[in-house]
């Protein structure tokens, strides 16, 4: 519907298709300077694209003053920023004070709402998985899809509920204001990337509570810092232990000594006999208090009873955090890194607990990883393993791959990941120096490497605001075009994260609702966020399309694509056919 706004749509859309799938000819055989083309590929690989000016002060300085002045962010003041982040004020909150001021004052009113429709004789609905819904990703909600209709929530949660969306909200709009805004433009393109390489699902329960202090405690100081920093880092934040479930690993023998003192107490309270027409308060209607007690302490001896190693974070630690899938490891190690991470657990995970190494839960018994054996005991294990394998030499080839792979093509050569990893295992693990040894490498300034990337929605969105100059007062309906075109942001499922290669985005169907965000961007239906369109485009004449062209995507374009252009019908429909071209969606 949206993409009749002009009346080729549909045949843009399938050019578009055709130009990202295959290489197509220029228009012509005359090619920019080379400085300028360089300047752009640097503009839109270190960072999310240029800005109308940034080409010829990028120029002025040099690319390689540009590098070296992205690789250390903490020498250059970032003032517009640090402005813009004051309207989303919780990113500053701990989570403690996320957790008690937004998320528990709602959960508080869930628990009496659920004990008041108990003491009707109305069960309360357990939550569902979590679902995107709104504005927001949240837990299943009353009213919400996943929640039976009949439910509705009262006003007093209603209004908890809002104040505890805020927290996601604040996060997912001040991610794109950086993008779009932040003069750290490395900076933010390694945030991205780091954070993906480290994925938690902000769906997934309890990690929406620690989200805000993963990203700016684990993630973000350490992306131009030491790699085994980080992975120390991520591998004692809540998120993570929350969404790979380490919190609770537990050694077998301890889980089942805790489960035996269970049923020992459990046994004890059976041989007690009831108190006679105890009543507590709040309690179900026909039930005393010790029949209360003794199902509580069932409940403990069934979770005492389930509990026991949990693999999942050693397995993603190894296949997807470090040494990567093709290493060579066996089952039997992801067997004891999972032991040595064991009592690596939250405290009062569901209140916003820290990090708390539990030795009582933990195998102090010998491990062997990879041939090496550990022996230190108790929370040494883990560091032991996070030291193996950071400076591992699988890990600096993994690490250094998947960063080519961002900064250089889908198939990065092997000639800049052997050098990169290189650097990697030379300056244990010093992140700075493999990003700067791949961004300043030949294979980084080929011509194959030149528009050789398709942009993910992230970077196609926060690229055409910054391209069209566009004014935004309102952010999130930038988020919610993210959500559109297959991006949430924090809405990875599965650990692997987003993809990015050009097959994870290059479909008909995503093209075309990337070309109806550029539709809807020209045509001014975002609220907050306006292109001056007459300063952009004043009309459709092929003087204007030279010079759009030169501004938007400011490199050579295809004959097909300029066909198109030629077609557009007002200033703001030749405007969104550039930002629809296949051209504007590479980098």
């Known amino acids: 519907m949206k993409a009749n706004f002009f009346s080729p749509g549909r045949l843009v859309a399938a050019a578009v298709a055709v130009g990202l799938g295959v290489a197509v000819p220029l228009a012509g055989q005359s090619a920019p300077a080379a400085d300028t083309d360089t300047v752009v590929h640097v503009l ?54 996320i957790a008690r001021d937004y998320y528990g004052p709602a959960e508080a009113i869930r628990r009496a709402e659920q004990r008041a429709e108990g003491r009707a004789g109305q069960p309360a609905t357990p939550p569902t998985p979590a679902t995107m819904t709104g504005d927001t990703m949240m837990m299943g909600q009353p009213g919400q899809p996943g929640r039976p209709a009949r439910e509705q ?74 790699f085994r920093d980080m992975l120390g880092a991520v591998a004692e ?48 209607a026909g039930r005393t208090q010790t029949e209360q007690q003794q199902e509580q302490q069932e409940q403990r001896l069934m979770q005492a009873r389930n509990r026991g190693l949990n693999e999942n974070y050693a397995r993603e630690l190894m296949e997807l955090h470090t040494i990567g899938v093709d290493a060579g490891y066996t089952q039997a190690d992801v067997v004891a890194v999972a032991r040595a991470f064991t009592g690596w657990t939250i405290d009062r995970p569901r209140d916003g ?15 062997v990883v990879m041939g090496t054996k550990i022996t230190g005991g108790g929370k040494k294990d883990g560091e032991a393993v996070l030291d193996l394998l950071a400076n591992h030499p699988s890990t600096a080839t993994f690490i250094a791959t998947k960063l080519a792979r961002r900064f250089v093509s889908d198939e990065p050569p092997a000639s800049v990941v052997d050098r ?64 559109d075109q297959g991006m949430p942001l924090y809405g990875a499922q599965p650990p692997t994260g987003w993809g990015d290669t ?36 004043p009309d459709t004449s092929e003087a204007t399309r030279d010079a759009l062209v030169s501004k938007l995507v400011a490199l050579p374009i295809s004959s097909i694509t300029r066909d198109t252009l030629s077609k557009a019908e007002s200033p703001q429909h030749l405007i969104a056919l550039t930002l629809g071209s296949p051209e504007f969606q590479k980098r």
């Not at 929530?153 to 932040?182: F, G």
């Not at 537990?250 to 009831?274: F, I, M, T, Y």
């Not at 990893?421 to 700075?432: E, H, I, Q, T, Y």
């Not at 008909?508 to 952009?536: M, P």
């Open 44 to 97: 839109n690989r270190l960072g999310y694209g240029p800005r109308p000016g940034d080409v010829d002060r990028v120029s002025q300085i040099g690319v390689a003053a540009y590098i070296e002045q992205q690789l250390h962010p903490e020498r250059l003041p970032d003032t517009t920023l640090a402005q813009r982040l004051t309207a989303f004020p919780t990113i500053g909150l701990s989570t403690r004070e």
């Open 153 to 226: 929530a009262s006003p007093e949660l209603q209004a908890a509920r809002q104040k505890e969306q805020q927290i996601l909200q604040d996060l997912m709009q001040a991610r794109l204001v950086r993008a779009i805004t932040s003069e750290h433009q490395l900076e933010e393109t390694l945030v991205d990337f780091w954070f993906n390489h480290f994925n938690v699902f902000a769906g997934k329960g309890q990690v929406r509570v620690y989200l805000t202090e993963y990203e700016r405690e684990a993630i973000r100081p350490h992306v131009l810092g030491n």
């Open 237 to 284: 934040s809540p998120a993570m232990l929350f969404y790979l479930d380490n919190f609770q690993n537990v050694d077998p023998k301890s889980a089942q000594k805790q489960a035996d003192g269970q049923q020992e107490r459990l046994e004890q309270a059976r041989a007690r006999p009831a108190i006679a027409g105890g009543r507590g308060r709040g309690m179900a």
């Open 353 to 367: 607990g820290t990090f708390q190494f539990n030795a009582q839960m933990h195998d102090n018994d010998a491990k």
């Open 420 to 483: 990169a990893a290189k650097v990697f295992l030379s300056s244990k693990g010093d992140l700075r120096e493999v990003t700067r040894a791949i961004v300043t490498s030949p294979e980084f300034f080929s011509a194959e490497a030149r528009r050789a990337k398709v942009k993910t929605p992230l970077e196609f969105v926060a690229s055409a605001v910054r391209a069209s100059g566009a004014n935004v007062t309102v952010v999130q309906p930038l988020v919610q075009a993210l959500r």
């Open 502 to 537: 050009a097959e994870d985005w290059v479909n008909t169907g995503a093209l075309l609702k990337r070309l109806n965000f550029a539709i809807e961007l020209a045509g001014g239906r975002f609220r907050g966020v306006r292109i001056n369109v007459r300063q952009l485009a």
